[in-house]
């Protein structure tokens, strides 16, 4: 699963109406990760198209959608202060919540003052058919199908950004890792077509896209009933006219196929850019995480994208703190980081969630030990990236210019994900150059030349 991330405030939707009296308007605002930001702005687009002005979150709207994460209770708590904001900008708004935590605790987002409705994971894309029911002084509504029913793919993409676009592939999980509530959230793993990919990618590709990011919950576990799998959509997509780059935004190490690791080596396409959860690197520690491979499994993969791709980008995802970890577990852990050329850390600090199987796990490591953990592995990191970024100093990479004007700068990535600042040329946004990498600033962002 991809990490999470807070897309703040609004979707943008090209030439959607402006708002204005006599027109509905709608804000949204997505908690989460790139699969619930894609999933928001199909979503939007919908209400676009049944006439709404989308407005920005900080406008006030008539109707605010909040898609709501639940990987922690930080994501829980931010829900409520979403909600919160948005009456203050319009009391009388109706307010419908969506996405994982509308699925998992349903009566307990009902109960909060000023939302109206509560859509299920299998009720979600349906919200159009729920919103003109709603109206001011109206009971508060759960729609909330039992997640076995969730057996529906529904497609969709980001828009909005001019440079990227998350489009996603897969949804839902068969792995039930015992920390992780996903599959009790989004369902059973459950994929579209490569035709219908390759379709989304092309109407991506139309609106001037550079970059498209394939996301869902575990899209290494692409199948559908033609038996077409993750690598085929890798091999259809790598021809399509009008993106510049793919990027795989995580995928288990256990999928990640030497045939999908030598593919991309040489794809014209497919960036170098691999981000590989590996959660723990005790084999003590994966196996009660019920994770489906061993640390040996995860340093050959490392290994062979670094022989295949000297300048490949590595990130990884680990969780510290987790029931039973002892001292030796965490340095096992550290030390295995350590060795490897990866490039940077996603580190999380093990949180308890309800109807996990770690639940029942015992030791409990201590809130002071989890933070203590999380600062070294989040020191290591930083000292990982600037090692990587040393290594890329004096290559040659093609830029996707993502932010114009700041203090002077463009900025922007390279295809090994090279965060990249440049002097500011006017409309470079969304504009490619081609620089050598020459020096890391002070902020730790490449200079281009």
């Known amino acids: 699963?991809?990490?999470?991330?807070?897309?703040?405030?609004?979707?943008?939707?090209?030439?959607?109406?402006?708002?204005?009296?006599?027109?509905?308007?709608?804000?949204?605002?997505?908690?989460?990760?790139?699969?619930?930001?894609?999933?928001?702005?199909?979503?939007?687009?919908k209400f676009n198209e049944a006439g709404y002005a989308i407005n920005d979150f900080e406008e006030g709207?008539?109707?605010?959608?909040?898609?709501?994460?639940?990987?922690?209770?930080?994501?829980?708590?931010?829900?409520?202060r979403v909600v919160k904001e948005g009456l203050k900008r319009n009391p009388l708004a109706n307010v419908i919540v969506i996405g994982c935590y509308a699925q998992l605790k349903p009566e307990e987002i009902v109960s909060i003052p000023g939302v109206n409705l509560v859509l299920g994971a299998s009720?979600?894309?349906?919200?159009?058919?729920?919103?003109?029911?709603?109206?001011?002084?109206?009971?508060?509504?759960?729609?909330?199908?039992?997640?076995?029913?969730?057996?529906?793919?529904?497609?969709?993409?980001?828009?909005?950004d001019r440079t990227r676009s998350f489009l996603k592939i897969q949804d839902g999980c068969n792995y039930f890792c015992s920390f992780c509530t996903i599959p009790l959230a989004r369902g059973r793993s459950r994929s579209t077509t490569v035709a219908d990919v390759v379709k989304s990618a092309t109407e991506i590709a139309a609106t001037g896209v550079k970059e498209i990011v394939l996301t869902g919950v575990n899209i290494g576990d692409f199948e559908n009933e033609s038996g077409e799998t993750f690598f085929d959509v890798a091999k259809a997509l790598d021809s399509i006219e009008g993106i510049e780059r793919f990027r795989i935004s995580s995928i288990e190490p256990n999928?990640?196929?030497?045939?999908?690791?030598?593919?991309?080596?040489?794809?014209?396409?497919?960036?170098?850019?691999?981000?590989i959860p590996l959660q723990s690197g005790s084999n003590k520690i994966l196996a009660l995480m019920r994770r489906r491979y061993q640390k040996e499994l995860y340093a050959e993969r490392v290994h062979l994208i670094k022989e295949l791709m000297p300048d490949a980008c590595i990130g990884v995802d680990v969780i510290v703190g987790f029931p039973s970890e002892?001292?030796?577990?965490?340095?096992?852990?550290?030390?295995?980081?350590?060795?490897?050329?990866?490039?940077?850390?996603?580190?999380?600090?093990?949180?308890?969630?309800?109807d996990t199987t770690a639940l029942r796990i015992k030791g409990r490591v201590l809130n002071s030990i989890r933070t203590q953990?999380?600062?070294?592995?989040?020191?290591?990191?930083?000292k990982k990236k600037r090692a990587f970024y040393e290594t890329q100093i004096g290559n040659e990479f093609k830029i996707i210019w993502e932010i114009g004007n700041h203090d002077g700068w463009m900025h922007g990535f390279s295809e090994n994900y090279v965060k990249t600042k440049a002097p500011f040329v006017d409309g470079s946004v969304n504009t490619i150059s081609v620089l050598t990498l020459s020096e890391i600033d002070e902020d730790g962002v490449v200079i281009g030349l």
């Open 61 to 80: 709207a008539d109707v605010y959608v909040i898609n709501t994460c639940s990987v922690t209770d930080h994501a829980d708590k931010k829900t409520k």
């Open 255 to 275: 999928l990640l196929s030497d045939d999908i690791i030598r593919f991309v080596a040489g794809s014209k396409k497919f960036v170098p850019h691999f981000h």
């Open 326 to 354: 002892t001292e030796e577990d965490f340095m096992e852990t550290y030390d295995f980081i350590h060795s490897l050329p990866i490039s940077y850390l996603h580190v999380f600090a093990y949180s308890e969630r309800p």
């Open 373 to 382: 953990r999380n600062t070294m592995l989040t020191t290591l990191s930083h």
């Open 1 to 45: 699963m991809d990490e999470i991330l807070e897309y703040n405030p609004s979707v943008e939707i090209e030439n959607a109406p402006a708002s204005k009296a006599g027109k509905r308007s709608v804000a949204f605002y997505t908690l989460g990760c790139k699969l619930n930001f894609s999933e928001t702005s199909t979503i939007a687009r």
């Open 123 to 160: 009720e979600k894309f349906k919200v159009l058919d729920y919103v003109n029911e709603l109206h001011n002084g109206c009971e508060p509504a759960i729609f909330n199908s039992h997640i076995k029913e969730a057996i529906t793919f529904n497609a969709a993409y980001s828009a909005g």
